[in-house]
Each structure stands twice: as structure tokens, then as C-alpha cells.
């Protein structure tokens, strides 16, 4: 069966494990789970030298109706996009090393990080509108710099 916009949706069943690593039974599994896998080609999505990305979709969300294919592999690419700019902000401002031995000081440091990730995404924002871009094309870094560059103009006399 079609999805509204690319793909090919298909349920199936899987054979699962009767027990875990540690040898012990699953209590709720069934021995057959079914499942909906979707694949296709995401619009818009591209690889470098022409290349085409495939995305493959497993899910237990039956009902086509209620969960279009179309909106699940929507909601995927976001959660990637989401994770790439966590990665990237993490390694860019440290983050992926709190620097506070108390559970009150990583709270405040964590809120720090989120009040400074929030703040470059503004300047992202500023930085799209004006050169009329992808928010996803744009680089936290790029963008605090021309921030800073515009602010800097702004100033000489």
C-alpha cells in the first residue's frame, strides 16, 4: 500500500526472543509482535554527489489512518535534526562535560546551557530571516558571529 507522499508501507511480523541475555523469560512480549515498516524516499532529502537516501521506518503504529507515513518519517527527520544540534551544541559549548559536583549546581548549570542554546537559536532566527535560508543551513556559530559583526557596525562612527 501507498503512503500519501513516498514509500511503501507493508505490516509484517517479526519472531522475538522467548528469553533475555541473562536467560530470563519475557513476561509481556508476544512471540510475534506485528509490526508496520515503511520505506522510501524523505522530499527533499539528498545526499552529496547525487546520491539518494533510502529511510526505513519500524513501528508498531498499525492504523495508517491514524499514523500517516507521510507525518511519522516527518517526526523522525526532526528528531534527527534535534539530535544533530544537540550533538553539535554539546561539543561547541562544552556541555557534554558538567563541570558541578552537586546535584543544585548541574541544575544551574544545565539551565545555563539552555538559556545560552536558546539565545543562539535567536540569533539563528535573526540570521534566516535576513539572509532568507534554511534555519537548518545556518551554523550556530555563523550566525553568534554575524551577530556580533552586525552589532560591532552598528558602533563605529
Known amino acids: ?7 511503501v508501507d507493508t505490516a509484517c511480523a517479526f519472531s522475538t526472543a522467548r528469553t533475555t541475555a541473562e536467560g530470563k523469560p519475557y513476561r509481556s512480549m508476544p512471540d510475534t509482535p506485528e509490526l508496520r515498516t515503511h520505506y522510501g524516499i524523505p522530499p527533499g532529502i539528498r545526499k552529496g554527489l547525487g546520491l539518494t537516501i533510502v529511510l526505513t521506518i519500524v513501528t508498531t503504529l498499525l492504523e495508517l489512518e491514524s499514523y500517516p507515513a507521510d507525518e511519522l518519517i516527518e517526526l523522525r527527520l526532526t528528531r534527527w535534526l534535534t539530535e544533530i544540534n544537540f550533538r553539535h551544541l554539546k561539543i ?3 556541555m557534554d562535560v558538567l563541570k558541578c ?3 543544585a ?5 544545565r539551565l545555563v546551557f539552555i538559556l545560552v542554546y536558546n539565545l543562539i537559536r535567536v540569533l539563528m532566527l ?5 539572509r532568507g535560508v534554511n534555519a537548518n543551513r545556518i551554523s550556530s556559530a ?3 558571529r554575524g551577530c556580533l559583526n552586525e ?3 552598528r558602533f563605529r562612527m
Open 101 to 103: 559536583k552537586t546535584l
Open 142 to 144: 555563523d550566525s553568534s
Open 1 to 7: 500500500m501507498m503512503s500519501r507522499d513516498f514509500g
Open 105 to 109: 549546581g548541574v541544575r544551574k548549570e
Open 92 to 94: 561547541t559549548l562544552k
Open 126 to 130: 535573526r540570521a534566516v530571516r535576513s
Open 151 to 153: 552589532r560591532r557596525s
